[in-house]
């Protein structure tokens, strides 16, 4: 009996030590729970809740472990830490995209507690934009901003985002906290439209957009605007594009000033830090009188810009304008295109399209890439074929024969986002050649044309005659009548020449003579008068019958006498 106590006092002895251990890793300690990390830009933040508060003298000590390490690593500023939470942003993290391990325990000398794992978490998935340091300078009617990006200089958590912080400001009169005005600036920016001696108070906050994350507010900041300028900026900043040419233009009252412009890049608000450095002088805008200049159109680098006016008088300058964005794809003009067109054959009518000239006929270089919206019409209908085409050259089948169309087109931008266009080019109008029908008939036509000329002209000739013979008769009488009046008149019988002939004439006493005579004188007449007007054909005029008058009057004088 006494030796099988024996042994069974032994075996407790020996097993003693492997029982010990147990004790030691926890049995007296209980493990922290609620472990849990905040991370504010680039602080990171262990917190957790602790089971063992009625013990004194407990710590706490946590490890670590991330892809591609096979053992865990002490936590550096997370080792025997008396409170609930510890700073471990002294870590060397290469990516905080990568998944980190965590797990704390409770130590108390030699005895400690186990492992409480906490949930894995990616750093920056976690992390939380914090506040923001602000430096102010005041103006007249303007405050300049200058924030101080998220993180530290050497900040790894927000690398990356830097250029995509958006900056929130609130900002209201001191004496008034109802007048808060929300504004979205860069991190160095102007705040423009305030009151020459007051005070106003801001704050701001970062956000991200992609993800979306919104960070903490800043303490708030106070400032006075100082007193009113004696020169005044000017105001009413704009710009807008006319033919080849940008047109600055804005508002000053006062005379006697000159102005000067400048231009910058757009994206440099977004990078941090102060591009005074960067502004450039716009050629044509140097020592201006007038309240506009002319900046040829090559200035200007494509994109986006900001431009600033300053007034001078004498020696005295005043504060910058507010700055006016534009943009150059936005502001330029897209001239309407040059249309041509030309018949190919009876149904085909082929077109181009070129680019717009200058005035000196140079032509205008598009920035970017346009399609063509073309109207093409018959000139006798109002009936319109609208298409649209990337290519300069093309063709409109299935026409008609001599037939007349016209084309008109104007300039869009490929690039819906734009929706830029130009007003529609000059009307062109062209007439389809004839087809193998149309010749033939054109043929028949010009015949048919020529042969109606010419019987009108015969036709018009006829009726002129006939007019001018009825309404206006010719002054010149018959031949009849001509013949009649060409007898030599009845003076020159009575006074002949030695050139006419004559006949002997004698006078006779005997009364019985005469008388028979007399008798035979009508007869002679009327026979000469008949044989003169039935004459016609001949046209000669016949003495026959009065030289057979005076041969019988001489034979009766013979007979007398004998």
Not at 74 to 102: D, M, R, W
């Amino acid at each position: 009996m006494l030796a099988l106590l024996g042994a069974t006092t032994l075996m407790l002895v020996a097993g003693a030590p492997w029982v010990l251990p147990a004790a030691s890793g926890g049995t007296n300690l209980k493990s922290p729970e609620n472990g849990r990390v905040c991370i504010i830009d680039d602080n990171f933040i262990l917190k957790w809740n602790s089971n063992s508060e009625s013990v004194r003298n407990v710590t706490f000590s946590a490890e670590y472990k991330i892809p591609g390490m096979d053992n865990w690593k002490k936590l550096p500023g997370c080792q025997h830490i008396a409170s609930t939470e510890c700073n471990f942003s002294s870590v060397k993290l290469k990516n905080v995209y990568e998944k980190i391990e965590l797990r704390i325990r409770a130590e108390k000398g030699n005895n400690t507690s186990q492992w409480h794992e906490v949930k894995p978490f990616i750093p920056f998935q976690k992390a939380q934009i914090g506040p923001l340091d602000v430096h102010l300078e005041a103006e007249d009617k303007a405050i300049i901003i200058n924030i101080s990006p998220p993180g530290t200089k050497d900040s790894i958590m927000w690398a990356l985002d830097h250029p995509s912080f958006v900056y929130s400001l609130v900002i209201w009169k001191n004496s008034s906290s109802l007048e808060e005005r929300t504004e979205t600036v860069y991190s160095r920016d102007k705040i423009y439209k305030l009151s020459p001696e007051t005070t106003y108070c801001l704050k701001v906050k970062a956000e991200l957009r992609s993800p979306r994350r919104v960070g903490l507010y800043s303490p708030v900041y106070c400032i006075n605007t100082t007193e009113k300028h004696k020169v005044p900026a000017p105001e009413n900043i704009q710009i807008d594009a006319e033919n080849q040419v940008y047109v600055l233009k804005w508002d000053y009252t006062y005379e006697n000033t000159t102005f000067r412009a400048q231009w910058s890049h757009e994206f440099l608000k977004r990078i941090p830090g102060s591009h005074s450095d960067k502004w450039k002088q716009i050629p044509n805008c140097e020592d201006v009188k007038t309240t506009h200049c002319v900046i040829p159109q090559n200035v200007f680098p494509e994109g986006i810009h900001r431009i600033r006016v300053q007034a001078s008088n004498g020696n005295n300058t005043s504060f910058w304008s507010e700055e006016k964005i534009f943009n150059t794809e936005m502001k330029t003009i897209i001239f309407p295109p040059v249309i041509s067109m030309k018949s190919v054959n009876d149904d085909l009518l082929h077109v181009s399209i070129g680019a717009p000239k200058e005035s000196e006929n140079k032509s205008v270089n598009q920035l970017y890439p346009l399609i063509y919206e073309v109207i093409f019409w018959e000139n006798t209908s109002n009936a319109e074929r609208k298409v649209v085409e990337k290519r300069t050259d093309f063709t409109f089948p299935n026409l008609k024969p001599l037939t007349v169309y016209c084309v008109k087109a104007r300039a869009l931008t490929e690039n819906d986002k734009w929706n830029k266009s130009s007003v529609f080019s000059d009307t062109v109008c062209e007439k389809t050649k004839p087809g193998n029908t149309s010749k033939t008939w054109l043929i028949a036509g010009i015949c048919t044309a020529l042969f109606s000329i010419i019987v009108a002209i015969y036709v018009v000739k006829v009726l002129l005659r006939c007019i001018n013979y009825v309404f206006f008769p010719s002054s010149k009488p018959p031949s009849t009548v001509d013949e009649y009046f060409s007898e030599p008149p009845v003076r020159n019988l009575l006074l002949s020449t030695s050139e006419e002939r004559t006949e002997r004439c004698s006078i006779i006493e005997n009364a019985n003579t005469l008388t028979v005579i007399e008798e035979t004188n009508p007869i002679d007449e009327d026979h000469k008068k008949y044989n003169s007007q039935t004459s016609q054909d001949s046209g000669n005029y016949s003495n026959e019958d009065e030289n057979s008058g005076s041969k019988i009057s001489e034979e009766l004088l013979q007979q007398e006498t004998v």
